[in-house]
């Protein structure tokens, strides 16, 4: 089991940064593959970005590849996402989820964060 807080969220004008965090609970954190998910006001949910245990792999979708940025330290069970370039289109309710498995197996994340909202004004 893994309980996730996610936090950072804020508003900002377009072309600023925020940087997001994933606060992670359990021994077994190093162990899960962890991803960034948002969610937009009568959208469906997006997947944004996903980090392999280690960290040797990364994957982004190209709405926000070259402005966002996934690491994690597993020494202090966090995961961060620094987002750079903001547009209004990025405004969503951003969550972290994680799950077991290989970084290239389609497995479900089965845990989840209660999401932080980011709004990005014009």
């Known amino acids: 089991q893994v309980q996730l807080v996610e936090s950072g969220g804020g508003l900002v004008q377009a072309g600023g940064s925020l940087r997001l965090s994933c606060a992670a609970s359990g021994r077994t954190f190093r162990n899960y593959v962890v991803g960034w998910f948002r969610q937009a006001p009568g959208k469906e949910r997006e997947f944004v970005v996903a980090i392999s245990r280690s960290a040797s792999d990364t994957y982004y979708a190209d709405s926000v590849k070259g402005r966002f940025t996934i690491s994690r330290d597993n020494a202090k069970n966090t995961v961060y996402l620094q987002m750079n370039s903001l547009k209004p289109e990025d405004t969503a309710v951003y969550y972290c989820?994680?799950?077991?498995?290989?970084?290239?197996?389609?497995?479900?994340?089965?845990?989840w964060g209660q999401g932080t909202q980011v709004t990005v004004s014009s």
């Open positions: 989820a994680a799950r077991m498995g290989g970084f290239y197996h389609n497995s479900p994340y089965d845990y």
